[in-house]
């Protein structure tokens, strides 16, 4: 008998930017090839519109799938929530475990801060569920949602990448 795990991590991060500027920073290729893992997404942000994240060059080159991760629109709210599927597919064994439930929630404060909620609905996906915990940083998987979060915060306020050497590397086109 096979057992449901159910596994939801939730990522906050406080952010002196406008709700508009994450938006687009999480939704558009231009802001997202800057930060994180460094892929280029494309978002069709209508109810069932299709999600990729796509490979930079130095992870092509290194064997990796074009498609990093794939999914579906759910719900699009700008620049409040973006609610999506999510499968990562740069292993198979990750891209066995299926579809994800990704959502951002992006709330303004007083005094130009935002806060960026990220509630990963990892439920029945251990591996996936480890590599964006940050669990795998050690293994050469990076920092998870913790790095990605850290590296949208760092561009955001001072208009530069967050420098990681497994970043930075992985950014390169």
């Known amino acids: 008998m096979t057992t449901a795990t159910q596994t939801v991590q939730v990522h906050r991060v406080y952010i002196k930017a406008t709700p508009q500027a994450i938006w687009d920073a999480i939704t558009k290729p231009e802001w997202t090839q800057q930060y994180g893992y460094g892929g280029e997404a494309e978002f069709d942000l209508r109810p069932g519109g299709a999600y990729r994240a796509l490979a930079t060059t130095e992870l ?3 064997g990796g799938p074009e498609v990093m ?9 700008p620049p409040r929530k973006l609610v999506q599927t999510w499968r990562m597919l740069m292993d198979p064994g990750m891209a066995a475990e299926g579809f994800t439930r990704l959502t951002y929630e992006i709330t303004p404060h007083d005094a130009g801060v935002t806060t960026l909620t990220v509630i990963h609905d990892v439920t029945n996906a251990p591996q996936l569920a480890a590599v964006v915990a940050g669990e795998m940083e050690s293994q050469g998987a990076g920092g998870g949602w913790a790095f990605v979060l850290s590296a949208l915060k760092t561009l955001l306020e001072t208009g530069k990448p967050l420098e990681w050497p497994w970043a930075s590397t992985a950014r390169a086109r």
């Not at 991760?69 to 709210?77: L, N, P, T, Y």
């Open 69 to 77: 991760v794939d999914g579906e629109v759910i719900q699009a709210d």
């Open 60 to 62: 092509l080159a290194h």
